[in-house]
């Protein structure tokens, strides 16, 4: 994208302003400057400033239990509040935004009859349907037909939608845009287009490829309609996402004057509050050969300067246990080399999933939690301590993250100070072709098979990750940074992707069970930095599956699985509340337990919040069980 976006705004403001509402305001008889309506183009590009779904605070309340629910992620180690409602849930409302900017376009286009702009209305429809999408992942029913329509005549109290309706209500209107984007008529102004520059053609491939989401989520409960929403996609003349060019990438501006959270998440602490890696997830990646493992986490604190450090001072046995499991020394116990797959795969490592109080979590505690200062070094007033486990890759999710190298505690500083404005993959290749897998797999009449699309949507997969990381800058990233001689880069290398497609954990083989196993443990993993597609993917497919030789959900003695939550709890609305009568009846028709903090009712036992579920939630399998 061309340099600072944001100004690119602020100039098309000023010019735009004059030259083109000239135009459109010539037949008027009214001067440009006396006219108060914002112009569609500039509403585009606010609408594009305002598009964010798992935005930071998502990720600091809702993704942490989300992960811990489904065991993608670790918070150190599990008990019984790990599975208790608490007061977390954020709803995701950022649709509404997107809504409130399409229907003031649409005022516009039919006010001043200027149905040459329908497209700046369309983008900002397929954004609003995105967003709501994500919306109903956590709320079930929502407010959509009747939002934001008050101004121009609508209620001032909104209904709630069916999830159900707006399923087919969305895979309409994402037609109904297509055809917007697919007229020729269509005018606009590329430059104020952030996300595809004004390209029309990938507007549309987006709509069409967005079905496939709905169809997804849909399948549980309508698996007909479903295929049938997936046999129009690929049937569809618009396209849909199949390369990384046409890949849904975002990346607001090329340089800010500040720290604005509205360029990324917005917490340079995000690593921290996210909680933690599990074992299994990175194993799992581990067995696969699996790149994306390098890019999702970070290496953990043990190079081979810091093992030699460990090992000069007399501490090589205080060493985590799998760490000594990969180093190779000589013949005078001194590192020669890493063994095992060698860097960088040697340095990555998750918490172990484990109950806590139970046998399991004290035969490991000194070992991986309670371990004071035994993975810590002292030479001379100079202390550190090494981290043992990978924690989420923050650059990823922010991109002005500073980075520094562990080094000995007499060692240099080494950080990697590279910031870039975030690039965020919003929507990939290797999304759309593991749905189409997924959806073949089940029965769907599609042009290729299960197979194919499975084997294209691990590779683009890959190779999406792997472009967004270079685009981060993200540490390790080609480089070293030339303070340990064994170090290994990170970046995508020839030969690796045949080689994680030959390893058995990813081979399209065994039976259909296995094979459709497959296809959903590389969703999760293609997910592992979009948190509600993640959640919502292990909710509805049921994996990770118990006793699972590829990646084993476990199954604690401690707490039953019908005890672990599958949504949020909703808090009843005040009788203060305008939308009280409408908010509790929707509630109560969805049928949900009262629980809320402010009325002091509490919030419902995780059982409920298993057993009450959303629409789209009602049949599928349970935690662990799979397929």
Not at 349 to 361: C, E, N, Q
């Amino acid at each position: 994208m061309k340099a600072n976006k944001i100004l690119l705004i602020l100039l098309s403001v000023c010019v735009l302003g004059l030259s083109s509402c000239r135009d459109q305001f010539a037949e008027m008889n009214q001067s440009p400057s006396d006219v108060t309506t914002a112009e569609p183009s500039f509403m585009l590009t606010r609408c594009e400033l305002s598009f964010q779904v798992n935005d930071y605070l998502y990720w600091f309340y809702n993704q942490l239990l989300y992960s811990n629910w489904s065991q993608l992620g670790a918070s150190g180690t599990f008990s019984e509040g790990t599975f208790g409602q608490g007061t977390a849930i954020m709803t995701q409302d950022n649709y509404i935004t997107m809504l409130n900017y399409r229907n003031d376009i649409n005022d516009y286009v039919e006010k001043f009859e200027h149905p040459e702009l329908k497209a700046y209305s369309a983008m900002c429809g397929v954004l609003a349907i995105f967003g709501g999408i994500f919306s109903s992942d956590i709320n079930g029913d929502i407010q959509y037909t009747e939002a934001c329509m008050y101004k121009f005549g609508g209620p001032l109290t909104p209904a709630y939608d069916k999830v159900e309706a707006l399923y087919d209500l969305w895979v309409k209107e994402l037609d109904d845009y297509i055809a917007v984007f697919q007229d020729k008529s269509q005018n606009i102004i590329a430059k104020q287009d952030l996300f595809f520059n004004g390209d029309l053609a990938k507007w549309a491939r987006l709509a069409n490829t967005i079905k496939l989401k709905i169809a997804v989520r849909l399948y549980n409960n309508n698996p007909e309609k479903a295929k049938q929403i997936a046999q129009a996609v690929v049937g569809n003349s618009a396209g849909y996402i199949d390369s990384i060019e046409d890949s849904f990438l975002f990346h607001k501006a090329d340089a800010t004057t500040g720290g604005d959270d509205a360029y990324g998440i917005g917490d340079t602490n995000i690593e921290n509050f996210w909680g933690g890696s599990s074992g299994n997830v990175i194993n799992f990646m581990l067995a696969s050969k699996d790149p994306r493992v390098r890019y999702f986490y970070r290496k953990n604190g043990y190079n081979s300067k810091i093992v030699q450090c460990f090992i000069d001072n007399g501490k090589y046995e205080n060493l985590p246990p799998y760490v000594k499991d990969v180093v190779v020394l000589d013949e005078d116990g001194n590192f020669k080399e890493w063994g095992g797959m060698g860097e960088p795969w040697v340095r990555y490592f998750g918490h172990p999933i484990v109950f806590k109080d139970s046998d399991a979590y004290k035969a490991i505690s000194g070992t991986y939690y309670d371990t004071g200062t035994r993975y810590q070094l002292t030479i001379g007033d100079a202390s550190k301590s090494y981290g043992i486990y990978s924690s989420l890759n923050g650059e990823m999710l922010l991109g002005r993250v500073d980075y520094s190298v562990p080094t000995t505690p007499d060692g240099p500083v080494i950080q990697d100070n590279d910031d870039v404005v975030w690039w965020q993959l919003v929507m990939g290749a290797g999304e759309t072709n593991l749905y189409l897998a997924e959806l073949a797999q089940l029965g769907a009449a599609l042009p290729k098979s299960a197979e194919e699309y499975y084997n294209r949507g691990v590779q683009l997969s890959v190779q999406e990750w792997d472009n967004v990381a270079a685009k981060n800058k993200i540490p390790y990233y080609k480089t070293t940074y030339n303070y340990d001689p064994n170090e290994g880069t990170i970046e995508l290398k020839d030969g690796e992707l045949d080689a994680m497609m030959a390893t058995d954990a990813v081979k399209f083989t065994g039976t259909d069970s296995e094979k459709l196993e497959k296809i959903y443990l590389q969703q999760l993993m293609n997910f592992t930095l979009m948190p509600d597609d993640q959640f919502v993917t292990a909710r509805r497919s049921g994996y990770p599956k118990i006793g699972s030789n590829l990646l084993p959900f476990v199954k604690f003695d401690e707490i039953e699985l019908t005890a672990i939550p599958r949504r949020f709890s909703f808090p009843w609305p005040l009788p203060t509340d305008v939308m009280y009568d409408i908010r509790t009846a929707n509630l109560q028709e969805q049928g949900f337990t009262p629980g809320s903090n402010q009325s002091g009712i509490g919030f419902p036992s995780s059982t409920v919040l298993n057993t009450e579920r959303l629409w789209q939630d009602k049949n599928a399998p349970q935690w662990g069980a799979g397929k």
